[in-house]
């Protein structure tokens, strides 16, 4: 089954095909968002929220980009708006940041499937330092290290140009290292 067939059979309500591109691509779909929000909950949130999107909006597809770029662009979209809504909610009233502890600095502990158990202790320090860097870079940096897409794809998901991409990957390499520098030069002093 082609490409546009899956399309026009989703855009028909055919549930078994529906359910087998939530089987192909829910992994996809779990490991950006787990990438972004760190918190395997969250993900399986945003996973959860991205197929119900799919399955309610297929008809406004208009097939101008593969399926999969257009899955990115709702997971990262989605994984976006539920770490600003966390944000939020970590900036909330006073009350909120005393009964709510835990939720005042998310320590990075999740299990990325890309992640072995003898690099967690590095993962978290680079998942940590990723999570600083500004929106653009950080998802320009994930798509490519964690999705292994070209910088074409990122391109697509992203809606910018090929050089804009290159660009946004050199400026968070540069920052990463700096953040990384700055951390590992403030603990082994």
């Not at 055919?14 to 968002?33: C, G, H, I, K």
């Not at 999969?68 to 909330?92: A, F, M, P, V």
């Not at 950080?138 to 910088?151: P, W």
């Not at 540069?174 to 403030?186: C, F, P, S, V, W």
């Amino acid at each position: 089954m082609d490409h546009e067939d899956i399309i026009l059979k989703l855009k028909n309500g055919d549930e078994t095909v529906f359910s087998r591109v939530v089987e192909l691509w829910q992994d996809m779909v779990y490991n950006t968002a787990l990438g972004i929000l760190q918190n395997e909950e969250d993900a399986e949130d945003v996973t959860q929220e991205v197929f119900v999107e799919v399955f309610e909006s297929i008809a406004d597809f208009r097939g101008d980009a593969k399926l999969s770029t257009w899955l990115y662009k709702i997971t990262i979209r989605k994984s976006l708006d539920q770490e600003r809504k966390k944000q939020r909610q970590k900036r909330g009233g006073l009350l909120s940041r005393i009964f709510d502890r835990n939720e005042a600095d998310d320590p990075v502990s999740f299990d990325h499937p890309g992640i072995t158990l003898d690099n967690k202790e590095n993962a978290a320090i680079l998942f940590k330092a990723i999570k600083r860097l500004p929106e653009k870079q950080r998802l320009a940096f994930m798509l490519h290290k964690l999705e292994s897409l070209s910088t074409e794809e990122i391109a697509a998901v992203m809606e910018t140009s090929v050089t804009a991409v290159d660009s946004l990957q050199a400026r968070a390499k540069a920052n990463l290292r700096n953040i990384l520098q700055d951390y590992y030069e403030g603990h082994f002093k």
